[in-house]
Nanobody, 126 residues
């Protein structure tokens, strides 16, 4: 089991940037693929980005391609999501998730992940 803690959320103006971090503890983070999801009020949790266990494969939802970058540092047991050119529609609670397994797949469904953080709020104002 791995414990995940997100940080870096906050309030930012449209066009601005934020960098979210995900710190893992417990089992080594390199045993997991990682994903970022977000949930806006009244909406279902949606996929944002994913990266495989060693960083060789990445995937993004179309709406963030070219603006967001997912990365990880297994030596530090951390992952991150760099978010640039933020839009109001990026507002929501952002969750870090870990999926057990060392494969080169990237997974975009909530049920693909078996470990979740508590979330961090991102609010983009106009």
């Amino acid at each position: 089991q791995v414990r995940l803690v997100e940080s870096g959320g906050g309030l930012v103006q449209a066009g601005g940037s934020l960098r979210l971090s995900c710190t893992a503890s417990g089992r080594a983070f390199s045993n997991y693929g990682m994903g970022w999801f977000r949930q806006a009020p009244g909406k279902e949790r949606e996929f944002v980005a994913a990266i495989d266990w060693n960083g060789s494969s990445r995937a993004y939802v179309d709406s963030v391609k070219g603006r967001f970058t997912i990365s990880r540092d297994n030596a530090k047991n951390t992952g991150s999501l760099q978010m640039n050119s933020l839009k109001r529609e990026d507002t929501g609670v952002y969750y870090c998730a870990a999926r057990t397994g060392r494969d080169d797949g990237t997974y975009g469904r909530v049920r693909d992940y078996d470990n979740w953080g508590q979330g961090t709020q991102v609010t983009v104002s106009s």
